[in-house]
């Protein structure tokens, strides 16, 4: 069993052999991850030896890890902060700027506010925050593209924030 495929533990872009970059060719990510869950799913090794049953077994789990990883932006730009050695700890304890921490309490208390069956406030607002998300998201790119760590670190918190924001209950359609 060659269960490296060009890949050393938890290197999820060598495991999928992508270029470590937090803008990802998704469609590339779906099928080098479909491509190893043929080769090592471990219903394959049934007949095998223990030892390579519980290698493919916990194989298939760094696959099914890395793809869930790095499918998500948020937890990609995580993941890629924390392989440049960002102390995260010490990032959210930094924080995010003030102006920031406005908005989105300006966004919750909107959301609080929102009657379920506006479904134009719903929709604009799911906008906004889709709007101050790319922004965020956008400008950790740049940070993390010039080795601005602290300042990618603040804008990952950002997209965190805005991130479950946007899956509150109350933006769905009832």
């Known amino acids: 069993m060659n269960a490296t495929a060009g890949a050393t533990a938890r290197d999820y872009f060598s495991l ?19 491509k190893l869950l043929t080769q090592f799913h471990p219903d394959l090794y049934a007949g095998k030896p223990q030892v390579e049953q519980r290698l493919a077994a916990q194989f298939c789990a760094d696959i ?5 990883i790095l499918s ?19 990032a959210e304890r930094a924080g995010v700027e003030t102006a920031f921490l406005m908005t989105q309490i300006s966004l919750r208390e909107r ?49 965190c924030y805005l991130s479950k924001l946007l899956s509150e209950p109350k933006l769905r359609v009832s």
């Open 111 to 159: 959301l609080e506010e929102l009657d379920q069956s506006d479904a134009v406030g719903r929709g604009s607002l799911t906008e906004e925050i889709h709007g101050h998300y790319t922004v965020s998201r956008d400008q950790f790119a740049n940070g993390l593209a010039t080795s601005a760590y602290p300042e990618a670190a603040r804008h990952w918190q950002e997209m």
């Open 72 to 90: 998500d932006e948020v937890s990609r730009a995580e993941y890629l902060l924390k392989q440049a050695g960002v102390d995260l700890a010490a």
């Open 64 to 68: 099914n890890s890395g793809y869930r």
């Open 16 to 34: 999928f052999q992508l270029e470590p970059n937090f803008a990802l060719d998704e469609t590339a990510l779906e099928r080098a991850y479909h």
